[in-house]
């Protein structure tokens, strides 16, 4: 079983920053895949970004690439992501999600452990 908590959530003005963090427990973040994505009111929730097991593969959606980053932190067992230059559109509520599968999945459907997420709101 792995246990995911997120942080991080909060209001930032449009241009601003936040960073996201997801600590995982009951297995080690170096034998799974870690993603994050995202759902605002109304709509699916959506791949935001990934890192493989191995740290070797990451994934950046294309309306989050040049302003997210995803990184970890093995020795805290922890996945981070990093948000940049926010716009209006990237309010919602961010999850971080885990699968022992070894490659970046874009579909909620591949990951069998989600956190219970964190609100993200920008404001102008």
């Known amino acids: 079983q792995v246990q995911l908590v997120e942080s991080g959530g909060g209001l930032v003005q449009a241009g601003g920053s936040l960073r996201l963090s997801c600590a995982a427990s009951?297995?080690?973040?170096?034998?799974?895949?870690m993603a994050w994505f995202r759902q605002s009111p109304g709509r699916d929730r959506e791949f935001v970004a990934g890192?493989?097991?191995?740290?070797?593969?990451?994934i950046v959606a294309t309306s989050v690439k040049g302003r997210f980053t995803v990184s970890k932190d093995s020795g805290k067992n922890a996945v981070y992501l990093q948000m940049n230059r926010l716009k209006l559109e990237d309010t919602a509520v961010y999850y971080c999600?885990?699968?022992?599968?070894?490659?970046?999945?874009?579909?909620?459907?591949?990951?069998?452990?989600w956190g219970q997420g964190t609100q993200v709101t920008v404001s102008s």
């Open positions: 890192m493989s097991w191995s740290g070797g593969g990451t």
């Open positions: 009951g297995r080690a973040i170096s034998t799974y895949t």
């Open positions: 999600a885990s699968t022992f599968r070894p490659e970046v999945y874009q579909e909620q459907i591949d990951y069998a452990y």
